[in-house]
């Protein structure tokens, strides 16, 4: 095992002997862990370092300055020679990084070891579904297990620092980054974070990530970053502190609460001021009240962009502001390890200041055991045993089939059976395509391994009597980032839709697999037309004359326009993008092997004008009734108000029936609680699986309350015939609020309370009092 440097391990013995001598630490910082012996430890260290030395550990880069062995001239090369990088991200593999962690320890005086990270959204190279259909499952327990799997790989192959989970409320899906969160309800998006920093960190006791498998999560990105205005990327976000405290904050509070050791700055301003350098969000917030005492992070350039907000003049007043909101390192930007000694040295900003981030940093550094051997996450053998293991692929195929929503299903078209003979009509530019299905973030994903639909398919149904025949239509159309533009292809259109006409009417049924290629969602892949790209409606309709049956697939990274497709095709699937094991999961759904069970945890818009959309909005003064529609209330005349797909929609192949509910007390107070029980039946054909969703409405309030807010949920097995039993327990909490003082307070009053199958199921409601 690698041993510390003896000046420090002498330093540490003679720290933790005058302990009980000192009063405060010399770094006057607060400690992650709340381990004296860590804390002396850090202090030790810090004690040695020179001011460059601190510095340098705040300086993040991406790593290029040693590929071949060898270190570059380049510009991270030059600092890593002075032994002043204190972190590097998106580099892979325990061989490659065992190399890169010895040239920093050739050139670190003090033998500080780098810390090296990435963003392990969904999956290494097991890539799972994007976060955002992972979410549509419901299912907490599967989501922390996908992300610890993504860390067991991560980890095997050096990374112990992930850039996820991505923890924004999103409600507009204009904009690509939907695709990495949890979707638009803040009681589900908080369930979620805590699931994935369980999953990510793979710790019971949160203090302790000494294990080779556990790795530091980060909570991204602090705040408002979803609600960028017109759905654009990298936007403004205007919102009221209320907003912020009912809406926003929540799931970062959460991961504080589950342990998470690490933040990461929004690229946003948030009422005027950029989140990077925002004393209110990391001093009198995320530090005073909620007590973090982890690492913050910039997001990429976050520091040197203060100059294009027009809040820092130059890079050296950005440095300065971000070090005074409480930024502990800086990614890429160059700022701190270019600046602050300037600043220190001109008074501009304290020693003090640097020694508070640098010891954040370091503790990370000792908690996972990098102090006592640095080389411990890269480990060559583990890596060839975790990474696309045959647990993991498992688990991807499973989740996949978890996340598949059902959208619609008249007349039953689905599932397809494997005993009838049929002839299906396999159409549309996903039947073959294969590098799309991981989607955005696949960090390291082969897409070349991942498995088609046709491939799936023909897997799933190659000893029944089904036949399939195959026509393009036509191809997925290409973004030009230079003119940011995606021509329809009009001979395209003539020359595939011919082909895939002949075909469909040859065919019994029609299977079209549509939607957008993975570069039209994420990071910067927003868009203002949110339909299916380039002539894929076109040729829908052009199928659509043929009388046969339609079955629509998707694989997108954002909630569509399906408003004509609703309309005219028989069946939606919504696949969204499953990753490795897409064709297999999306074929065992469609043939029946599995049930679909997952609903949206977006809402789809019937066009783009009615966003923001999400199911949980105020009522307004005038309320539009659409059973008493009346002008002057709050409606469009050109379409309803209502979504095209709400919030918690999704079918099955079978019916469930919610019977006997019953409420033990139609009142209650403080110290008291009701409970809500009921029966859930499969009443249908086949096993299935039914999200049981709660929600509440307190009628009258000191502020206005939501019309409805999901309070709690459950995912409820049910074989054919059979019936469970469920209960909810309604408490003061669950009716709690943040008043105008953001104190969290329980207002005496009547509540609605609904149990359904979706946030627009009206079927079962009651009242209950709070005294």
């Not at 590929?67 to 030059?78: C, E, I, L, M, Y």
């Not at 980054?177 to 710790?203: C, H, S, W, Y």
Request: hydrophobic share 40%.
């Amino acid at each position: 095992m690698y041993k510390m440097n003896k000046l420090i391990g002498l330093s540490i013995i003679l720290s933790l002997v005058f302990a009980c001598s000192t009063e405060k630490h010399s770094s006057q910082w607060q400690s992650y862990s709340g381990d004296p012996v860590i804390e002396y430890k850090v202090d030790s260290v810090l004690s040695l370092m020179t001011l460059d030395e601190k510095i340098g550990q705040m300086n993040q880069y991406s790593g290029n300055f040693a590929s071949t062995g060898a270190v570059s001239d380049n510009q991270s090369g030059k600092y890593l020679k002075k032994g002043m990088i204190g972190s590097t991200f998106n580099v892979f593999g325990a061989d490659h990084l065992r190399m890169l962690q010895e040239q920093n320890l050739k050139y670190s005086r003090l033998k500080i070891p780098m810390l090296f990270a990435a963003d392990v959204i969904h999956g290494l190279e097991t890539t799972f579904p994007i976060p955002l259909a992972e979410a549509c499952s419901w299912d907490l327990e599967l989501m922390e297990q996908t992300a610890r799997a993504a860390a067991e790989e991560a980890t095997a192959s050096g990374v112990a620092w992930n850039f996820a989970p991505m923890i924004d409320i999103a409600r507009d899906p204009r904009w690509g980054r939907v695709m990495e969160g949890a979707g638009e309800d803040v009681f589900l998006a908080t369930q979620v974070a805590r699931a994935r920093v369980r999953g990510f960190q793979g710790i019971s006791n949160y203090r302790d990530l000494s294990k080779p498998n556990t790795m530091m999560a980060c909570a991204k990105h602090f705040v408002g970053y979803g609600a960028a205005q017109g759905g654009r990327d990298y936007h403004s976000v205007d919102v009221s502190e209320q907003s912020l405290y009912d809406t926003y904050f929540p799931p970062f509070e959460a991961a504080i609460d589950e342990g998470v050791t690490s933040f990461m700055t929004a690229f946003n301003d948030l009422n005027g001021v950029p989140c990077t350098a925002n004393n209110y969000l990391y001093k009198d917030v995320l530090r005073d009240a909620w007590g973090f005492k982890g690492m913050v992070v910039t997001d990429y350039t976050a520091i040197m962009e203060l100059m294009h907000h027009g809040f820092a003049r130059d890079l050296k007043q950005g440095a300065q502001l971000s070090l005074d909101a409480g930024i502990d390192m800086d990614m890429i930007s160059e700022a701190f390890v270019t600046h602050l000694k300037e600043l220190v040295e001109e008074g501009k900003v304290s020693e003090k200041q640097i020694d508070v981030a640098v010891s954040r940093i370091l503790e990370m550094k000792f908690l996972l055991g990098l102090f006592d051997d640095p080389y411990r996450y890269f480990d060559a053998e583990r890596q060839k045993q975790v990474v696309m293991s045959e647990a993991n692929q498992s688990l991807a195929l499973l989740a996949a089939q978890q996340s598949i929503v059902l959208l619609k299903n008249e007349g039953k078209v689905l599932p397809l059976s494997t005993e009838i003979a049929k002839k299906v009509a396999l159409i549309g530019p996903f039947v073959d395509e294969r590098e799309s299905l991981n989607g955005e973030w696949a960090i390291k994903g082969d897409r070349s391994q991942s498995v088609t639909l046709r491939e799936g398919l023909e897997a799933r149904y190659k000893d029944s009597k089904v036949q399939f025949a195959y026509a393009e239509g036509t191809e997925l159309p290409l973004l030009d980032r230079s003119t940011m533009k995606a021509e329809k292809d009009n001979q395209d259109a003539e020359r595939g839709f011919a082909e895939a006409v002949k075909v469909a009417k040859a065919s019994d049924i029609i299977l079209v697999a549509m939607g957008e290629n993975f570069h039209w969602s994420g990071e910067a892949a927003c868009r203002t037309d949110i339909t299916l790209p380039g002539n894929q409606r076109e040729l829908l309709k052009a199928l659509k004359q043929t009388g046969k049956p339609i079955i629509l697939v998707l694989f997108n990274g954002r909630p569509l326009d399906l408003s004509w497709e609703a309309e005219h095709v028989d069946a939606i699937v919504e696949a969204w993008y499953p990753g490795l094991m897409a064709g297999h999961a999306v074929a065992d759904v469609l043939s029946g092997k599995v049930n679909p069970s997952a609903k949206l945890v977006m809402t789809f818009p019937r066009n783009v004008g009615q966003i923001p959309i999400y199911y949980n909005a105020k009522n307004t003064g005038r309320p539009f009734d659409a059973k008493a529609p009346s002008d002057y209330k709050s409606s469009y005349i050109d379409v309803d108000n209502t979504p095209l797909y709400p919030f918690g929609h999704g079918l099955s192949y079978t019916s469930f029936e919610y019977t006997n509910i019953m409420l033990n007390a139609e009142s209650f107070g403080k110290g008291e609680a009701v409970k809500l029980k009921a029966d859930i039946v499969n009443s249908g054909d086949c096993d299935g699986a039914e999200i049981v969703q709660l929600y509440i409405r307190d009628r009258v309030a000191s502020l206005t309350r939501p019309v409805k807010e999901l309070k709690d949920f459950r995912k409820v097995v049910l074989r054919k015939g059979e019936t469970k039993t469920i209960e909810f327990t309604i408490d003061e909490a669950m009716l709690s609020f943040r008043d105008k003082n953001r104190k969290q307070i329980t207002e005496p009053g009547e509540f609605d309370i609904w149990l359904g199958a979706s946030s627009d199921d009206e079927s079962n409601r009651f009242v209950i009092s709070f005294k």
